[in-house]
């Protein structure tokens, strides 16, 4: 992958950009296999460059999941977790499909970081963008309805990955939106069945994209 098309990189020059790569390894992941554990030493910044990350944390019995957020091509993992106090990992992650990352060493990471001043920049713009995306999940889940949250995160993903883009499991989309499967199954099925979506299987396909829009006015 070009580091150029990674958000948190798209504005450094050539030479930063070379840098980085020359400190990048690539890591294929198995569907169902973890990245890294809630709790383990911070030891890497991570790059999904093909596939899908599911982050998540279990509940105190250590049995039920709540999935976090699902990363693709292009996104960064444990970006925050660089800079905890203890510098351990907050939450787990899984590929749920077959996946390749590009992990840079957190150390590395740092010292570039420290001699490239637009590497740092670029890190706190990229900061201050995801503190705003959670804000903004906040305010979804506090106010909008599951069909709303439902569609914004098909638009959201279609934007980012384009038609036929993967769907996660009920359980896992319930998780992201905040609410139960249920829920999550019954608004699948009546876009479904108004024709602004089409499915096969767990791939998406949007038909209607105005009218999918529609539903967040």
Known sequence: MDLKQVPLFRDLNPEDLKALEGEARARRLKR??????????????????????????????????????LEGPGRVLAEVALFLDRPTYPASAEALEESQVLAIPKE????????RPPLARALIRYLARRQGQLLHLL????????????????????????????????????????TVPEAVSRNLGELYRQGLIRLQGRRVYVDRLEDLRSLLS
């Not at 590395?108 to 001699?115: D, I, N, T, V």
């Open 32 to 69: 169902g296999e973890v990245l890294f554990l809630e709790g383990e030493p911070v030891h890497s910044l991570f790059v999904v460059e093909k596939g899908l990350i599911k982050v998540y944390k279990l509940d105190p019995e250590g049995r039920k999941q709540v999935v976090l957020h």
């Open 108 to 115: 590395r990471f740092f010292q570039l970081a420290e001699a």
């Open 139 to 178: 305010d979804r889940l506090v106010f909008h309805e599951v069909r709303e949250r439902l569609a914004e995160y098909l638009l959201e993903t279609l934007a980012t990955e384009g038609q036929g883009f993967l769907l996660p499991t009920n359980s896992e989309l319930a998780a992201l939106l905040g």
